[in-house]
């Protein structure tokens, strides 16, 4: 039995044991799992916001404004866009063929809408104006990613552009030790993760039975989760194939990162087993991937565009709002426009979504139906962004394989 069969079944393992704690129901099994989980948590995120950082930061200012950085970028946006579109061109598709339906004014009964309307208070625009930092500090302690991304990449091109002295030689050998020990806590991280599953699952069991993830309101549901599947078994398998990847092998690869995000339900704090997963089991240079994943956490957001789609189609629906084709491709493109500004933290791609219906002056009330709901929908839209992350990487990596020169990667 190889390794990797071993750890698969090591994976399934964790999966069982924390569904049987989950269902047992006893009071002091569940204060332990609730409290690991929120421990894992927090080391995800804690070592998300330096490994974004330091990856950017080191790969700029190894490779800097170079031609080398154009083409891998070039390449990173163009499959970006490519599989976001397709999300979002897949999922307008089903909502007209499985036609969510109106919801009746007995659906609203109980539904508190004060929440609802101060989550989208906020513009559109202060999503983007948010992310530029007034201070050197503030993205780090917020853990804003745009803004760390921007910093990083600020300092990191201004690091290439430094004269070759001793200073600069100095700087980089800080960075490059930092990131040496970020990325060494990540493998300990990783390490026993497992045990983090397994608190992970006997949660997700717990409140499923407890009736905390709420029944679905139907087709809606059926269009979101249906469109997601399609993106993750069937699009970028083709994506993959195309490039000569087995969508099969890179699966079983990747499933580690894949449990991580439906439990997280943060692209940004599965960034460090992401990169964990693409470096060490898909076997992607450091090169592309220190520089692709971190990028992708905000960029590259599959299952946020067909959610931000079909959701902003059932609300302006229920709005009394007709919805013809020249709309319909209108927001398409606004979904996939809006997905690459996203963060990538829970529950992202709603706040996003009431902004723009708040942005258009229309009735978003519904929203507040779906509220109870969004947890199981974020786990799976989750679980396709980061998937798809790895297969933008696994693809530039084999397309510019050729890239990786006689310099050291970061």
């Known amino acids: 039995m ?5 750890q698969i079944i090591f994976w399934v393992g964790a999966l069982i044991i924390g569904a049987v704690l989950g269902s047992l129901h006893v009071a002091a099994v569940d204060s332990i799992c609730d409290f690991t989980a929120t421990v894992f948590t ?4 804690f070592t998300a916001v330096p490994a974004i950082a330091v990856s950017i930061l080191t790969t700029l200012a190894m490779l800097g404004g170079n031609k080398q950085t154009g083409k891998i970028f070039r390449k990173t946006i163009t499959y970006t866009l490519l599989t976001t579109l397709a999300a979002s061109t897949i999922a307008a598709i089903l909502f007209f063929i499985i036609k969510p339906e109106v919801l009746s004014a007995a659906v609203y009964e109980g539904i508190e809408t004060s929440k609802i309307e101060s989550m989208g208070s906020s513009s559109f625009l202060s999503y ?12 780090f302690v917020s853990g804003n990613v745009l803004s760390i991304l921007m910093v990083s990449a600020v300092f990191g091109l201004a690091i290439s552009r430094m004269k070759e002295s001793d200073k600069k030689t100095a700087v980089l050998n800080v960075i490059n030790g930092f990131q040496e020990m970020v990325f060494t806590v990540i493998g300990w991280l990783v390490a026993i993760l497992p045990i983090g599953v397994i608190a ?8 499923m039975s407890a009736g905390i993830v709420a029944d679905s309101i139907g087709r809606y549901v059926a ?18 194939l195309i490039r000569g990847i087995n969508p099969a092998k890179h699966f079983k690869n990747m499933i580690p990162a894949i449990l991580t995000a439906l439990f997280t339900k943060s692209s940004a704090a599965t960034l460090p087993v992401t990169m964990d997963c693409v470096e060490n089991r898909v076997k992607c240079d450091k090169k592309f991937s220190r520089f692709i994943l971190p990028m992708c956490t905000t960029i590259n957001m599959n299952g946020c565009a067909a959610f931000i789609l079909v959701t902003s189609l059932f609300v302006m629906q229920n709005a009394g709002i007709q919805l013809d084709l020249i709309t319909v491709i209108s927001w398409i493109l606004i979904s996939v426009v809006s997905a690459v500004g996203n963060a990538g933290v829970p529950m992202g791609c709603f706040f996003l979504t009431l902004s723009l219906m708040a942005g258009k002056g229309i009735d978003f009330k519904v929203m ?14 989750t679980a396709v962004n980061i998937y798809s992350d790895s297969c933008v990487c696994a693809m530039t990596n084999k397309d510019l394989k050729d890239l990786v020169t006689e310099e050291p990667s970061a």
């Open 200 to 207: 992970f699952t006997a949660q997700l069991v717990k409140d």
């Open 42 to 45: 927090r080391l995800f995120k």
């Open 128 to 139: 983007f104006t948010n992310a530029i930092p007034d201070n050197i500090l503030s993205p």
């Open 2 to 6: 190889n390794k990797q069969v071993k």
């Open 368 to 381: 507040g139906v779906l509220l109870p709901i969004y947890a199981l929908i974020d786990m799976i839209e």
């Open 223 to 240: 269009v979101v989760l249906s469109g997601n599947l399609i993106q993750f078994f069937i699009v970028l398998s083709i994506f993959l």
